[in-house]
């Protein structure tokens, strides 16, 4: 895992620049990416269809938070969206809740139903657990909480308390796998992975991957589970932010091994600047998953990491002064499946500086994938 290879012989990829839409002084927080359309919310929420290069922009007005999460709530076919919404707006609510609303927006009127109120959340994840359909909510980045559908999808979503951290840092990131291998997801949050119990009723346990706790925002990470042992960590609130591939050991109870894909063997380093923007996707399409990550400050560079397949990752510069807040894999010859993009025509999708761009894949497909 640790070898270091003198020349690094990944392929190059080539991306051209295609600027979508422009956001002029409007704020966004986060966004989503449903096939061609790319949702986006901050101080409104706003839907543009990549294939048109149209926007839309809802009568929803925040300013909402950065956590979100597209799901159908009601079950009528139709995507609805989780915001946390950092005004009360127009819902009605109890005298005794102040602070932000975590509210869904029906499709297609956007009509806003509170889930729970008081709510202060950056990550929200799409969740089913025990076959009961929700979401997961870290909540003033230290509680771990899922709120299920209830019956009447109009009414307030019970909430159960998964866990709590009693650390001084900040923790950030959810993604789910099952991390134990027993047939049910476990939660990967911050520092931590949580085992699911047998039963919805059980608690649930925790255990430490790594230890990333110096500064308050240490534990803010993005978090994506790459498999089948390996999961990709970076930090997104600081400067020099820490980027690492975790390899599970054998028993994952016990500290995952790092390999930081920052620090290079020869004792370069590279000082990623608040890398906000993440997602996953096979960039070149030979069947292993690599990786975009956009810093949102600095230099404001957008890079690629190639996955060699041996537990390297290196790094291809895409360009400079992007500024990503968000990026986003984009399959644009929909091939893939939803989740993860592969192969051929796969571009990115960037938003900084006031501008949404397409960033095309145009390399050649080269070698045949798995
Ligand atoms: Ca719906
Ligand atoms: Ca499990
Ligand atoms: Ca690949």
Sequence with gaps: MLLVLPVLSAQSLRFTRKDLAKLGGERVTGSALLGRTLVTWGDRLRWLNLSEGKGTASLARGPFAEGGAVLDVDGDGRPDIVLNDTVLNDIVLNDDAPGRALVWLEAPDWKRHAIDTAVDTTDVL????????????????????????????????????????????????????????????????????????????????????????????????????????????????????????????????????????????????????????????????????????????????????????????????????????????????GVGRPGVVTGKGTGIITIGKGVISLWQNGTRRQGIPP
């Design 126 to 333: 799409a969740a089913q657990l025990f076959g009961r359909r929700g979401i997961l909510v870290v909540h003033r980045r230290a509680q771990v909480r899922f709120y299920e559908i209830p019956h009447r999808a109009a009414d307030r979503w019970p909430m159960t308390e998964i866990y709590s951290f009693y650390t001084p840092s900040d923790q950030g990131g959810l993604a789910l796998a099952d991390v134990d291998g027993d047939g049910r997801p476990d939660i990967l949050c911050g520092n931590y992975w949580i085992r699911s119990p047998k039963s919805f009723d059980l608690p649930w346990r925790l255990f430490a991957i790594e230890l990333w706790n110096e500064e308050p925002h240490s534990a803010m990470l993005r978090l994506a589970w790459i498999g089948p042992r390996e999961l990709i960590a970076m930090q997104r609130e600081m400067n020099g932010a820490r980027l690492a591939c975790f390899v599970k050991p054998a028993d994952p109870r016990q500290l995952w091994t790092a390999h930081s894909i920052t620090e290079h063997g020869t004792g370069e380093s590279l000082a990623l600047d608040h890398p906000r923007g993440f997602d996953v996707a096979d960039f070149n399409g030979d069947g292993r998953l690599d990786f975009v990550v956009g810093e949102s400050s600095g230099a404001g560079r957008l890079f690629v990491f190639h996955n060699d397949g041996s537990g390297r990752f290196t790094p291809q510069e895409i360009a400079t002064g992007v500024a990503a807040e968000r990026v986003h894999a984009v399959d644009w010859n």
